[in-house]
């Protein structure tokens, strides 16, 4: 029987209609069809023509509900005077009432209840005029509208929650495209920092190392050891990185670059002849694991930036430690133009920002006062542990 509503439902309204109308036709038939009494008329077509009348009218009940009860009760009342077979229910009525109530306007469902119960009342006096008839045709009338209003109610719940749920995908599917498009950028700042600072430093070696080739046999073979050394950095960090993409954040177990890489990070940097410094000052603190490799990559970035664009002789690294906040400063000597103004992208100087602002610092890149070297500087807050455990 389940199956069997939700096909009629899949059809659609207009096939529901038509099957409560067969319905209702079968049941009024049921009294033109067995045997009647020899005392009373006999069933002609005339009167199952009337009875038929009252019927037809559900095939609109689903479009014009109120319209359709105000046919049926005219049918009904043509129909009372009339000597023809009684029904042992009022199918048609029941199911128009039920209709209004489920599905009419407010003031439609007001004039049902309002002209409803009088006529409900000259009907009874009309044929039975008992207090039994009165009490049966009542309560039949207020339960079936109780019924349509209902099943009224429970179809705009199902609504609510149907367009909650759709609502809530959107959302979920918004989110997701979010979560995505966070991704890719962070990926693209890794892959970014990975292959322009490997690349840059292979460029540099490799254009040194032919000019020495005769002249400095030695500094030639250390130019391409240092080659050889960051492809192969290179590699190892886009394997990770590839690792992420196919296995997901436990795809891979490889480390993340921290503070204490700087050191090696600077001793590559060096062997592009850049003279790079690299001093601490304060009390090292507590620092996440991902805020130091923000840090790395931040401080990488920069270099790379010196070592393709500012024709630097030398690069000083400096991390300040202070009470609740680290600043990470990467300055130059060389001609402090913005690598934004047409001698880069820009798009290195944009992740440095995008970096700092996921762990609630900040950044700032410019050249120094005289147009004479360049500075990138990052802060980032410091979480200190206590008993309390709140910021200071």
């Not at 934004?340 to 992208?345: D, Q, V």
């Amino acid at each position: 029987m389940t199956a069997l509503l939700r096909r009629l439902r899949a059809a659609g309204p207009w096939t529901v209609d038509v099957v409560v109308t067969a319905v209702v036709q079968a049941a009024v038939t049921i009294p033109f069809v067995v045997p009647r009494a020899p005392d009373v008329p006999p069933a002609t077509w005339f009167f199952y023509g009337m009875t038929t009348l009252s019927v037809l009218p559900l095939l609109w009940r689903g479009r014009a509900p109120f319209a359709v009860l105000c046919a049926i009760t005219v049918a009904g009342l043509a129909y009372l005077p009339m000597d023809g077979p009684g029904q042992p229910m009022p199918y048609s009525p029941m199911v128009a009432i039920f209709s209004v109530a489920y599905g009419a306007g407010r003031w439609q469902r007001r004039v049902t209840i309002g002209a409803g119960l009088p006529l409900i009342a000259v009907s009874v006096a009309l044929r039975t005029n008992t207090a039994r008839e009165y009490l049966f045709a009542f309560f039949l009338f207020t339960m079936v509208y109780v019924l349509g209003v209902l099943a009224r109610t429970r179809q705009a719940y199902t609504e609510a929650v149907e367009a909650r749920a759709a609502e809530l995908e959107r959302a979920r599917l918004v989110e997701a495209e979010r979560a995505a498009e966070r991704e890719r950028a962070r990926i693209a700042r890794e892959m970014h920092d990975i292959l322009s600072h490997a690349v840059s430093l292979m460029i540099v070696q490799a254009e040194a190392g032919p000019l020495v080739v005769r002249s400095d046999p030695d500094r030639a073979e250390a130019a391409f050891d240092a080659i050889a050394g960051a492809g192969r950095d290179a590699m190892v960090q886009l394997r990770r990185m590839l690792g992420v993409l196919k296995d997901g954040p436990e795809g891979t177990r490889d480390p993340q670059p921290t503070l204490a890489g700087l050191d090696g990070l600077v001793g590559e940097v060096r062997r592009t002849g850049l003279e790079v410094d690299l001093s601490t000052e304060g009390e090292a603190r507590t620092l996440a694991a991902d805020a130091q490799v923000t840090v790395y990559r931040v401080v990488q970035e920069a270099l790379t930036n010196v070592i393709k664009h500012a024709a630097a002789q030398s690069v000083s690294v400096r991390l300040v430690w202070e009470p609740d906040r680290l600043t990470a400063t990467v300055t130059d000597d060389g001609t402090g133009v913005p690598r934004a103004s047409g001698r880069g992208s820009g798009k290195g100087l944009i992740g440095i920002r995008e970096r700092a602002a996921a762990h609630g610092g900040s950044a700032s890149c410019g050249p120094l006062p005289g147009s004479q070297g360049y500075r990138v500087a990052l802060v980032l807050p410091v979480v200190v542990p206590s008993s309390s455990g709140v910021r200071s």
